[in-house]
Nanobody
Framework: VQLQASGGGLVQAGESLRLSCAASGFIFKIDGMGWYRQTPGKQRELVAHIASDGSTNYADSVKGRFTISRDSVKNTIYLQMNSLKPEDTAVYYC???????????????WGRGTQVTVSS
């Protein structure tokens, strides 16, 4: 299974970015997908998560500014990031909890990460 993330970049504070993450491979079912972020010297933290039923969960720091959405047909999630702040600067990683065809246990997969830099 592969998670391909895209959409990172350099923006100014107050601007917007949209991240995408597409899962591919012999996927039987995806339970949930999400975005995490990490800065040097800090632990990776959850930014937003969307479950198979469409329910969402956000870090307090991004509530009201970020929106996660999902295209189940394309096995793709999106993170719309508005009103970006310098403290949002991080490497953003895509995550998926999924079941692979022929494997009777769930699998957690990570994408490579995409850099988001917000200048003040």
């Amino acid at each position: 299974v592969q998670l391909q993330a895209s959409g990172g970049g350099l923006v100014q504070a107050g601007e917007s970015l949209r991240l995408s993450c597409a899962a591919s491979g012999f996927i039987f079912k995806i339970d949930g997908m999400g975005w995490y972020r990490q800065t040097p010297g800090k632990q990776r933290e959850l930014v937003a998560h969307i479950a198979s039923d469409g329910s969402t969960n956000y870090a307090d720091s991004v509530k009201g500014r970020f929106t996660i959405s999902r295209d189940s047909v394309k096995n793709t999630i999106y993170l719309q990031m508005n009103s970006l702040k310098p403290e949002d600067t991080a490497v953003y990683y895509c995550n998926a909890e999924l079941w692979l065809e022929g494997i009777p246990r769930p699998n957690t997969s990570w994408g490579r990460g995409t850099q988001v830099t917000v200048s003040s």
